[in-house]
């Protein structure tokens, strides 16, 4: 059962416009969610979180948006640079719970 | 870099072997959990140790075990491996539990079973 879900697959945007990731989930138990980024061979690295208290939470060209009511959140890129090319993993956890959900992960291509 | 390291980075295997994945955590760090990555696939939770005890398991079978060492180390043993077993084994450490802040992956060991 799939608790958190990306329904988009991949992602091309065009150098410099916004990159829009979007991310759902399921259990009304998590109250903290993160997105991480991994490039090929490599392991996923933390990008930026929200905790359920929050809508908004920004860092530099990263911000997320959480949607409580409708269980979901997104994060956008602007401006999307070629370097920002990679797959997107949005995950969630909750104080009772004490591990990550993931989802599929989204494959973000910035083209020049 | 994460200060999180993961050995090997590679491995094959064959079917019904044991195989043991190893972790260092960054420094500091009390909690080690260990994810299984499948092709196409989301990480998936296997277990997570807190300061050396088991502390949460997912949806895997006994044949999936784990150590954590008082020097942060931790070690995934997978016995009678299986094809399915393939994947990208991560694993990731943080501080304190429960897991309300982030996690700081290795580089994942990519476990091919034939």
């Known amino acids: 059962d799939q608790q958190v879900k990306q329904n988009s697959p991949s992602l091309s945007v065009q150098e410099g416009r916004i990159s829009i990731l979007n991310c759902d989930y399921t259990?009304?138990?998590?109250?903290?969610f993160l997105w991480y980024k991994k490039y090929p061979a490599e392991g996923p690295t933390f990008l930026i979180s929200?905790?359920?208290?929050?809508d908004k939470n920004e860092d530099g060209r990263f911000t997320v948006f959480l949607n409580k009511s409708a269980k979901h959140l997104s994060l956008h890129i602007v401006p999307s640079q070629p370097g920002d090319s990679a797959v997107y993993f949005c995950?969630?956890?909750?104080?009772?719970?004490?591990?990550?959900?993931f989802g599929r992960g989204t494959q973000l291509t910035v083209w020049p | 870099e994460t200060g999180v390291t993961q050995s090997p980075t590679h491995l094959i295997k064959t079917r019904g072997q044991q195989v043991t994945l190893r972790c260092s955590s960054q420094?500091?760090?009390?909690?080690v959990s260990w994810y299984q990555q499948a092709l196409g696939q989301g990480p998936q939770f296997i277990f997570q140790?807190?300061?050396?005890?088991?502390?949460g398991r997912g949806n895997f079978p006994p044949r999936f075990s784990g150590l954590q060492f008082p020097n942060y180390s931790s070690e995934l043993n997978v016995n009678a491996l299986e094809l399915d077993d393939s994947a990208l084994y991560l694993c990731?450490?943080?501080?304190?539990?429960?897991?309300?802040?982030?996690?700081?992956f290795g580089q994942g060991t990519r476990l091919t079973v034939v």
């Open positions: 990731a450490s943080s501080l304190g539990t429960p897991l309300n802040t982030e996690a700081f």
């Open positions: 259990n009304s138990m998590f109250d903290y």
């Open positions: 929200i905790s359920s208290i929050k």
């Open positions: 995950a969630a956890s909750g104080s009772t719970l004490g591990r990550l959900y």
């Open positions: 420094s500091g760090h009390n909690t």
């Open positions: 140790y807190y300061r050396e005890e088991e502390n």
